[in-house]
């Protein structure tokens, strides 16, 4: 499935052809205690199939995607294979699956650390969000591929936001002063998959320390490198499945494309 493309003569005025393999890196190790008590969110069923399996599928789809690295819950990495082995996918994409770290950041690096060094361009892409569209999934692959170093694929701000002064320990819970109030139209909400050029997410996780709870954003990180991060346009359906009201609109989304996809 991979394509290598063949390196311009020294007096060519043409670029180098870039190579277009593609991996997606899906961290899988949270808990999502906002769906309340029960399996890790990742291994919730959607449609009677779990969102994990649904999100690897998202993934799969993109005929640009030769491989796909499932980071799982550090001591759940032999249920998460089983799992994957009984929803097998129908395409020649690979699936590898590795136990992530206490912190998003260290189960993405785990993630990128298996990662073969012929693929050059890198989508994270978060098993919560289990319906982006593979037209999606290809356009941050296309913009990497174009020669960003870091792609993110978000959507306008459909509501006014509000900039407050949080009220925490003592005060938390009382009413929150505003303190400015953000041009929206200046405003995207992100979404995943999000894309890199392997070299500029590898020095972004060598580089980045690891603090707290790490970061949740690499195209953050990306960022503080003082990289240049695009947007392209994302889709209503990459929403993330968060809480128990997701799981409704999730089952809904699905339940349209079967009625008109056969999906």
Known sequence: MSVSGQSANPGDSES?????????VIPAAGRGVRLGPGAPKALRPLSGTPMLVHAVRAMAR????????????PDGADEVRRLLDAYPLTGT???????????RQESVRRGLAVVPEDVTCVLVHDAARPLVPVDTVDAVVAAVREGAPAV????PLADTVKQVEPRTGDRAGEPEPVVGTPDRALLR???????FDRATLV?????????????TDDAGMVERLGAEVVVVPGHEEAFKVTRPLDLVLAEAVLARRRATDGF
């Open 16 to 24: 180098p052809v870039r190579p277009t393999r593609t991996a997606a």
């Open 62 to 73: 993109s005929r640009s995607v030769a491989l796909v690295v499932v980071v799982a819950p």
């Open 93 to 103: 994409t690979d699936v590898v699956v590795v136990p992530g770290g206490e912190t």
């Open 152 to 155: 993110v694929p978000a959507l």
């Open 189 to 195: 909400a992100v979404q995943t998959p999000q894309g």
């Open 203 to 215: 020095e972004a996780h060598e580089k980045i320390a690891l603090e707290g709870e790490g970061a």
